[in-house]
């Protein structure tokens, strides 16, 4: 069965840092799409970020500048480096896959209606 664990979460002051990691079971991570979901209170699950099978990645608008994704592959994790959080960050975090024939597009990030593997999800929160 495929799992995605993640960890990383916390509570940070605005203006500060987190790096999110996300370990694959029964998944490699270089052989698909692969990003990073949220979900405020309240609001729609928003796609943060994706990298393709080439190393390529997208980013929504808001996050642009201030956040990076990226894979280790000897390791068969995913990491979302978060810098520069703002209090609108605060989201409950989700690592997420496709199927190994499902494509990344170029120029945005997975909905969550695209996402075939979920994890349980990691929180954080950014105090002003």
């Known amino acids: 069965q495929v799992q995605l664990v993640e960890s990383g979460g916390g509570s940070v002051q605005a203006g500060g840092s987190l790096r999110l990691s996300c370990a694959a079971s029964?998944?490699?991570?270089?052989?698909?799409?692969m990003g990073w979901v949220r979900q405020a209170p309240g609001k729609e699950r928003e796609g943060v970020a994706t990298?393709?099978?080439?190393?390529?990645?997208s980013y929504t608008d808001s996050v642009k500048g201030r956040f990076t994704i990226s894979r280790d592959n000897a390791k068969n994790t995913l990491t979302l480096q978060m810098d520069k959080l703002k209090p609108e960050d605060t989201a409950m975090y989700y690592c997420?896959?496709?199927?190994?024939?499902?494509?990344?597009?170029?120029?945005?990030?997975?909905?969550?209606?695209?996402?075939?593997?979920w994890g349980q999800g990691t929180q954080v929160t950014v105090s002003s």
């Open positions: 997420a896959a496709r199927r190994y024939r499902g494509s990344c597009y170029r120029r945005r990030p997975l909905s969550a209606n695209e996402v075939n593997y």
């Open positions: 029964a998944y490699t991570v270089s052989s698909g799409c």
């Open positions: 990298i393709d099978t080439a190393g390529s990645t």
